[in-house]
């Protein structure tokens, strides 16, 4: 039996165009509480608190992020009254991005928690946490670093013990990346579905006060790319993302992916949700723990995903738990 957690990032896309709140956080994620109703499966989000920041910043001055703001705040207050665990993500970048009257500026220079100076990054750690608990009312203990960019993460463990984050979901194992915007690298990642560690995110340290649950990883060939950009063009009713907005661009990914072997995180994503029960499958085969992360946006549901994902529930829901990650914590503390 595995426990299977599904986890959302709760954000609007930092493309151009940025896509709306409504389009790409509060219309998907409600029908992700649909099925949280219909199934009785509660969901993980990390909910990428410095947007709310940046919309409490401008909703005076521009009445359309007034209704923003609500938006989100009403709905991760639902969130957590369903039963959804709503915890930490941090994209820092909102701290040099504004709203024109128009639309957002995006500024990445700063992608990344280590582009801070370290007073910077733990004033900002400390505002974001608080802000998430007093909008939820619920304990902020876990964590997920915007663009799985938490690497060096001696800077950020201190943030970690300073505000009491205990879990870490950023890692995937094998992922490794680096270009101008984004840096990470989990190719030493342990053989464990989860691990304690302290010194090094990807270092397993069994008297570490930290615990990393990584997201599953799966090998995607490109005959699977060929396939969702080809129903994307073919039916693009069941295909197209519900979010109005484009992710960010750093050229050559489409090039990669149709071309070799891609390693990258389990998703509900999108066509990325037809997966599911095959990289469930292959963790059970590995035999190297207990746990199943998925990871998802709202903003990259379609119409498909979210069929296949409610599928994957109801078809697994009898054999395996389906967790999140208070729940582990809770766990703990009992024992």
Known sequence: MMNIFLTLDYEIFFGEPTGTTKKCITEPTQRLMDITERTGVPMTYFIDIGYLIQLEKFKGQFRRLNVDFELFKNQVQRLAKQGNDCQLHIHPHWEDSFFDGKRWNIDISRYKLRDFESSLLHSMFERY??????????????????????????EVRKAFEANGILLDSTVFPGGHRTDEVYH??????PSKTHYNFYKKLTEEDADGPFLEYPIAAH???????????????????????????????????KRQYLTQKSRLPVSLDGYFAKKLPEALKAQVK??????????GHPKACT????????????????EHNFMTFDQVLNSREKD
Request: glycine share 10%; aromatic share 16%.
């Open 184 to 189: 990470y690298d989990f190719r030493d990642t």
């Open 303 to 318: 119409e498909y995903s979210l069929k296949k994902l409610e599928e994957f529930i109801v078809n697994h829901k009898d």
């Open 219 to 253: 090998t995607y060939h490109p005959l699977f790319f060929w396939q969702l950009f080809g129903w994307g063009r073919l039916m693009p009713s069941q295909h197209k993302p519900l979010g109005d907005g484009k992710p960010i661009s750093t050229g050559g990914e």
């Open 286 to 295: 590995k035999g190297i723990g207990e746990d199943f992360v998925v990871i």
């Open 129 to 154: 946490k608080k802000r998430l608990e007093r909008l939820t009312s619920q304990p902020v203990q876990s964590y997920r670093a915007g663009g799985w960019c938490l690497q060096p993460f001696k």
